[in-house]
């Protein structure tokens, strides 16, 4: 039988060599028509020109992310426009800010001009926005009051501050951009952040910019002295005698043998004047509850120095023969 040779499946040398040269012949045209092409004038795109902005410093800061381009329709030479397309060595447009905080927006229809000029030869057909916006304030240096941020710390059980939130210094000066200053309202939050506070307080606090705004404000006060006293409270009660006021004989007390009971909280300072207090759970039948024949009892005295005063039963009911 007749033998058949299989085939290697390969191209041979001979076609590979034939292959190379038409890819080559390939590239080699297409490079030249891009490059001819490239050369021709009159083609017209639109790119977006990088831009920066020149304005004092020193005087005025940003509060938001300045525009870092501008989109503008251009025409001209090929390779002019690749390079702005691509942004291949093309120096940015500066947009000079004389008083940049005296408006938001710059009319485009004000750049056409210069950046026409800026960008030759290429020709500049138009901008596609109407304005560029920006948020640029003056940089103010302003004093605020301190003010205790009451979330920051906790007293302890029992415990008020007694007085005033004394400061040193008295002001806190705080320098950035006049819009932003604005929003603090002439106060300055002091964070504490002590748990149950329960004696007097006298200590130096560290000063923080809330957090977000640490590049945009800065303190001259690195700190302030916090002081202020506190109050403790001490828990108490008491049984009291009632007294009755007003009372026909024909009306009683559907108890008579009822003990009220009153629970407080008193200054601890004033624990000395409070034993030699006699209080009286005043029962005014000119003042009962027509309704459900109930008097509510009322405590006498009551000074300032104790608080949160309760009392159990908070009323009496009446009996009538």
């Known amino acids: 039988m007749p033998e058949h040779k299989k085939s290697s499946g390969r191209i041979s040398s001979k076609k590979l060599s034939n292959l190379k040269v038409v890819v080559l012949c390939i590239v080699a045209a297409t490079t030249f028509w891009i490059l001819n092409a490239l050369n021709k004038d009159n083609y017209t795109t639109i790119v977006d020109y990088p831009i920066e902005w020149d304005f004092d410093g020193e005087k005025y800061m940003a509060i938001q992310p300045l525009p870092e381009s501008v989109p503008i329709q251009i025409s001209g030479n090929g390779w002019d426009l690749l390079r702005k397309y691509f942004k291949l060595n093309e120096p940015p447009f500066v947009i000079n800010l004389a008083e940049p905080a005296s408006r938001t927006y710059i009319l485009t229809s004000d750049l056409k001009r210069p950046l026409g000029d800026f960008i030759t030869p290429t020709t500049l057909i138009g901008l596609l926005e109407d304005s560029l916006t920006y948020h640029i304030d003056q940089i103010e240096s302003r004093k605020l009051n301190p003010v205790l941020d009451t979330a920051s710390f906790t007293l302890a059980k029992n415990v008020e501050i007694d007085g005033e939130i004394n400061f040193d210094p008295e002001?806190?000066?705080?320098?950035?951009?006049?819009?932003?200053?604005?929003?603090?309202?002439?106060?300055?939050?002091?964070?504490?952040?002590?748990?149950?506070?329960?004696?007097?307080?006298?200590?130096?606090?560290?000063?923080?910019?809330?957090?977000?705004?640490?590049?945009?404000?800065?303190?001259?006060?690195?700190?302030?002295?916090?002081?202020?006293?506190?109050?403790?409270?001490?828990?108490?009660?008491?049984?009291?005698?009632?007294?009755?006021?007003?009372?026909?004989?024909?009306?009683?007390?559907?108890?008579?043998?009822l003990t009220p009971v009153i629970s407080y909280l008193v200054d601890g300072s004033k624990v000395t004047e409070l034993k030699d207090m006699e209080f009286e759970a005043i029962l005014d039948y000119g003042k009962r509850n027509r309704e459900d024949s109930t008097i509510t009892i009322v405590v006498r005295p009551n000074p300032s120095y104790i608080k949160e005063m309760k009392i159990e039963p908070p009323f009496v009911k009446l009996k009538y023969e």
Do not use: A, C, M
Not at 203 to 232: A, C, H, W, Y
């Open 171 to 257: 002001q806190i000066t705080v320098v950035g951009p006049s819009s932003l200053l604005d929003t603090f309202e002439g106060k300055f939050l002091v964070s504490l952040y002590n748990e149950r506070i329960s004696e007097d307080f006298n200590e130096p606090v560290p000063l923080r910019i809330q957090k977000g705004l640490e590049d945009i404000l800065s303190l001259q006060n690195e700190s302030v002295e916090v002081s202020f006293s506190t109050i403790q409270f001490l828990e108490g009660n008491k049984r009291l005698k009632l007294k009755k006021l007003n009372f026909p004989k024909t009306v009683t007390l559907e108890n008579e043998e």
